[in-house]
Nanobody
Framework: QLQLVESGGGLVQSGGSLRLSCTASPATLLGYNIGWFRQAPGKEREGLACISSRNGFRKEEDSVKGRFTISRDTPQNVVYLYLMFLQPDDPATYFC???????????????????WGMGTQVTVSS
């Protein structure tokens, strides 16, 4: 299992953008599918986007498609989640998670992931 660390959260105005980062230390993310999730107080954890290790296959949840984009920089050992046009219902703790496997697809089901970071907080001001 990896130890994952998220960063990049913060306070942003409505309509603004953030770039979240997910890194693993000291291990590499190569060979692991990575998913991004969020959870707001009193709400269920929500899958946002995932990316496979083998071929870079990506999936974004329909409600955030066009606003959130996942990408990975393998040499830098980081997976990003770009958040754009942030809205008042986007504030939450954002988590990345990993799933060991060399498959050309990925899933937004949180039960499929076995290592989780501590999360990074995103706050949106109106």
């Amino acid at each position: 299992q990896l130890q994952l660390v998220e960063s990049g959260g913060g306070l942003v105005q409505s309509g603004g953008s953030l770039r979240l980062s997910c890194t693993a230390s000291p291990a590499t993310l190569l060979g692991y599918n990575i998913g991004w999730f969020r959870q707001a107080p009193g709400k269920e954890r929500e899958g946002l986007a995932c990316i496979s290790s083998r071929n870079g296959f990506r999936k974004e949840e329909d409600s955030v498609k066009g606003r959130f984009t996942i990408s990975r920089d393998t040499p830098q050992n980081v997976v990003y989640l770009y958040l754009m046009f942030l809205q008042p219902d986007d504030p939450a703790t954002y988590f990345c998670a990993s799933r060991r496997g060399d498959v050309p697809s990925c899933t937004l089901a949180d039960s499929a992931y076995d290592s989780w970071g501590m999360g990074t907080q995103v706050t949106v001001s109106s």
